[in-house]
Structure formats: structure tokens, C-alpha cells
């Protein structure tokens, strides 16, 4: 059975910075990858990484948050630097396994005041 398991989310005073872990368990992973959704807006793709280390980033985050990936111990992090206001919304752990099936996390909600 596939499970993952997020932490690391919370309130944060803009400027700020936050780290959400993922901890991926029951499958192996090609794509690991972190989204969001804010109230009222779709799902949006934050940062993903493959096997091999490649990354992408939206262009939103880029120069502020990083993605990283132990692979012994299936985890993906997403390092979040000078967080804004906008940057609020509930973020949501993906992970394509080697046969191309998606899995979610719960979600996990980060909150940044002004």
C-alpha cells in the first residue's frame, strides 16, 4: 500500500521560511513532486524532481524554494525561503511510481501573514 505522509506545514510571518517533508512508502518513485492550492484557485504544480536529481520549479518560486530528494529513504523536501502572503495554500505531496500511477498526500496547509 502507497503512502504519503507530509509535515512541516504552519503559520509563518512573510519573509519568512518554512520546510515540508514527505516521507513516501509501499512503491518506487520516478517523479516526486509538490503542489498547492490556494482557496478558490486550481492545484498548481510548485517544484518536481526526478530519480536522477533534476528539477523544475514554477516560475512563482524559483530563486526562493528548493526541492530535494533522499532517495534511500524516498523523501522529498521543499525548502521554502522569503515566503509572501500569496504563497498560502494547501500543499499537496505527488509521487508518479515506476509504472506511471499518481499518488497524493493529505495536504498539508502553510499559512504566510503580512
Known amino acids: 500500500q502507497v503512502q504519503l505522509v507530509e509535515s512541516g506545514g504552519g503559520l509563518v510571518q512573510a519573509g519568512g521560511s518554512l520546510r515540508l517533508s514527505c516521507a513516501a512508502s509501499?512503491?518506487?518513485?520516478?517523479?516526486m513532486a509538490w503542489y498547492r492550492q490556494a482557496p478558490g484557485k486550481q492545484r498548481e504544480l510548485v517544484a518536481d524532481?526526478?530519480?536522477?536529481?533534476?528539477?523544475n520549479y514554477a516560475d512563482s518560486v524559483k530563486g526562493r524554494f528548493t526541492i530535494s530528494r533522499d532517495g534511500a529513504k524516498k523523501t522529498v523536501y521543499l525548502q521554502m525561503n522569503s515566503l509572501k502572503p500569496e504563497d498560502t495554500a494547501v500543499y499537496y505531496c505527488?509521487?508518479?511510481?515506476?509504472?506511471?500511477?499518481?499518488?497524493w498526500g493529505q495536504g498539508t496547509q502553510v499559512t504566510v501573514s503580512s
Open positions: 505527488n509521487a508518479k511510481s515506476l509504472w506511471a500511477e499518481t499518488y
Open positions: 509501499g512503491s518506487m518513485f520516478s517523479i
Open positions: 524532481i526526478t530519480s536522477g536529481g533534476r528539477t
